[in-house]
Every structure is written in structure tokens, then in C-alpha cells.
């Protein structure tokens, strides 16, 4: 029976990370795994992210270039302002 067979042992095991490396690291760990692992295929493989993008018929540079967009894309600058929503006056006071 290993370790890990029980959800319970996995999820122990989340929270010793998290207090450990905190949570604002957390994200940054798994990038860089994801990175290791991804360079450790390549290696295996023989393959490059140049040779994958002259594989697919595109320049690195488009490569990157897509995987990173430099702006976030803008509505147009024409369109007018939506209509503010309409409220009806405010009822004036009774006295009782």
C-alpha cells in the first residue's frame, strides 16, 4: 500500500506545501516544474521550440510572439457609451 492511495494522505500532503512555500510561491514552483518537465522531454526527444515551430510552418519568433500577446485586444473606439439605466423620482416623504 503506498502513500499516496489515500485522498486523505494527498491532501495532507497539499497543506504541508502550502504552509511550507506559502501561496504566493506556489504558482511560481509549478511553473517552473512544468518548465523543467517540458525541457527534460525536450531533451529526451531531441526536439527544440525551434524546431517544433519550423515543423509547424512558423517562425520562433511568431511563436513566442503568440504565446505572449503583448496587448490585451480593445472594443472599438466608436461605439458609443451604453444608456445609463433609468430610475424612476424618488417618492416624496408621508407623515403618519
Known sequence: M???ENPLHLALLL????LV???RRL???GRSLGEGMRGFKDAISGESKE???RLEGRSADETQAAAAPSEPAKA???APPPPAPSQ???APPTRR
Open 2 to 4: 503506498g502513500f499516496l
Open 15 to 18: 497543506v504541508i506545501v502550502l
Open 21 to 23: 512555500f506559502g501561496a
Open 27 to 29: 504558482p511560481e514552483l
Open 51 to 53: 524546431e517544433r515551430a
Open 76 to 78: 472599438p473606439a466608436s
Open 88 to 90: 424612476p423620482p424618488a
